[in-house]
Nanobody, 121 residues
Framework: QVQLVESGGGLVQAGGSLRLSCAAS????????MGWYRQAPGKQRELVAA??????????NYADSVKGRFTISSDNASNTVYLLMNSLKPEDTAVYYC????????????WGQGTQVTVSS
């Protein structure tokens, strides 16, 4: 059984930083991509950043609202993805979810339970 376990959320003042982690565990044969989404109250869930493993090269993409402030990275050996969030703004407040596209015998998408990020002004 595959699980995605997130950590690193919390309360921070505007301008501060947080680092989120998401570790995938279970019988995983291959990872296509992993990413972070967020959902603020009353809003739809949106992509924040994603990373696709392509052998020796990883490909990343970011929402326009976080470009230059957030950095996504991964540790393939531990099936972990990170999101370093700098220069946080109150509008970054949301529940952040990890998502992974994994091959466990077939390709499927998996979601973490979510971690709250609150940025105070």
């Amino acid at each position: 059984q595959v699980q995605l376990v997130e950590s690193g959320g919390g309360l921070v003042q505007a301008g501060g930083s947080l680092r989120l982690s998401c570790a995938a565990s279970g019988t995983i044969f291959r990872i296509n991509n992993m990413g972070w989404y967020r959902q603020a109250p009353g809003k739809q869930r949106e992509l924040v950043a994603a990373i696709t493993t392509g052998g020796s090269t990883n490909y990343t993409n970011y929402a326009d609202s976080v470009k230059g402030r957030f950095t996504i990275s991964s540790d393939n050996a531990s099936n972990t993805v990170y999101l370093l969030m700098n220069s946080l703004k109150p509008e970054d407040t949301a529940v952040y979810y990890c998502k992974a596209n994994l091959y466990t015998g077939s390709w499927s998408n998996y979601w973490g339970q979510g971690t709250q990020v609150t940025v105070s002004s």
